[in-house]
């Protein structure tokens, strides 16, 4: 009997680590880009779709009705998630994303008839102090936040819609015999947003050369690249290892925007994403434990 070799761990880790780190970036980007919150959103998702097309031929085939709607739900994430960006500082917009885990937990016994365990009800607890004060705590206006109000509400929004995205990935990939591959989902997400979005943001008076290199990078890397990376690494990757190394965006997507923008995001909002990140950690570390 021939013994199995085991499987590429390290780079498969470090392709997890990458697509982490480029999804980091792109509250950074998009806030150095000058185009509207439309325009980001829509260029930057017709991009991605056109890249991952490229690069992912298992991608194009079987689409059925069910990816197009869970496509919308992801598409719904790609925008707010702009919208949210350009409005508040890019810790509340990533953090309130991150409350997504409170979302799922709701959403499991709804959807894909999993209960809700004693621990989920501390999660979901500390998710919603953390998102609290990320919406409570004192913010004012600036430069690269010219409306946190608005931009928070898009933010918890993002959070809501990036749950039900992945609720319906599992949900697909729980049906035996099921088609659809998440990565015709993304796709179909990218190619929704972009339909939506290039209207909107029509008509477009001046791109200077840092915005059309800005908004290259964000569909070409900071979506396209990383989700290759996503896709080829993370069924290598044990649960709990995989989701704490995704949380290297949520870490450090609020630091790049520091370091580049200056921008702080104030104690309130720092403490209600440790708080989320904790929780989300300890989602992850449970939910690799066997059920007794």
């Known amino acids: 009997m021939v013994a199995k070799s085991p499987p590429p761990k390290t780079s498969n880790r470090l392709l997890l680590f990458a697509a982490a780190f480029l999804f ?3 509250g950074a980007a998009i806030k150095a880009c000058s185009l509207t919150s439309w325009q ?4 930057r998702a017709g991009i991605a779709a056109l890249t991952l097309w490229v690069l992912l031929p298992e991608a194009r085939r079987s689409w059925t009705r069910r ?5 919308v739900a992801y598409a719904a994430t790609l925008v707010l998630f702009v919208l949210a960006t350009k409005l508040t500082t890019s810790a509340n917009a990533i953090f309130l994303q991150s409350t997504a885990p409170l979302y799922l937990l709701l959403l499991g016994p709804l959807v894909l008839r999993e209960p809700i365990r004693p621990v989920d009800v501390t999660v979901i607890a500390a998710v919603t102090a953390g998102a609290s004060l990320l919406l409570l ?3 004012h206006a600036a430069i690269t936040a010219p409306d946190p109000g608005r931009g ?4 918890l929004l993002s959070g809501l819609t990036w749950a039900v995205t992945l609720t319906g990935l599992r949900w697909v990939g729980k049906r035996s015999g099921t088609r659809e591959s998440p990565e015709a989902i993304v796709i179909a997400g990218n190619v929704i947003a972009c339909v939506v979005c290039v209207p909107v943001g029509f008509p477009v ?3 200077a050369f840092t915005d059309f290199a ?4 964000l569909g070409i890397f900071q979506i396209g690249i990383a989700y290759l990376a996503l896709t080829r690494s993370i069924r290598h990757v044990p649960g709990l290892e995989a989701a704490t190394l995704l949380l290297i965006e949520p870490v450090f997507n609020p630091i790049w925007t ?3 923008h200056g921008e702080h995001p104030g104690a309130p909002a720092l403490l209600g994403g440790c708080i989320i990140i904790a929780a989300t950690f300890a989602r992850a570390y449970q939910s690799r434990e066997p059920q007794t």
Do not use: E
Not at 67 to 71: M, P, R
């Open 152 to 155: 928070n509400l898009f933010g």
């Open 67 to 71: 990816t197009w709607s869970i496509g």
């Open 40 to 43: 980001i959103a829509g260029f």
């Open 258 to 260: 520091w370091l580049i």
């Open 205 to 207: 008076s001046h791109v």
């Open 214 to 217: 800005l908004l290259l990078y």
């Open 137 to 139: 705590g004192s913010q």
């Open 24 to 26: 980091s970036t792109g």
